[in-house]
Nanobody, 115 residues
């Protein structure tokens, strides 16, 4: 079993920045060996992929966040980050961390972009 704990969600003004963190733990889960992702979910809709970082540190992004968000990982701390810059009201959602071994999800962290 893998535990994922997200943090960093908050209320932020349009154009502002926010950094989300996701700490992973679990017996037999070797963090550095698996891709990690951030997803988000809008009210009444399914989850959509925001960004993925693979085991080599290569990244992919949804078109809607490309150039504004940056995913990264720290294998020494078993943590994945999502740096969110120039945020927009359309980024308001619950953000979830996802691991690509057992397919576990975190509990989510709320990001609200509003003036």
């Amino acid at each position: 079993q893998v535990q994922l704990v997200e943090s960093g969600g908050d209320l932020v003004q349009p154009g502002g920045s926010l950094r989300l963190s996701c700490a992973a733990s679990g017996y037999a889960f070797n963090f550095r060996n698996y891709d990690m992702s951030w997803y988000r979910q809008f009210p009444g809709k399914g989850r959509e992929m925001v960004a993925v970082v693979d085991v080599n540190g290569d990244t992919k992004y949804a078109d809607s966040v490309k150039g504004r968000f940056t995913i990264s990982r720290d294998n020494t701390r078993d943590t994945v980050f999502l740096q969110m810059d120039n945020v927009k009201p359309d980024d308001t959602a619950v953000y979830y961390c996802h691991e690509h071994w057992l397919g576990s999800w975190g509990q989510g962290t709320q990001v609200t972009v509003s003036s």
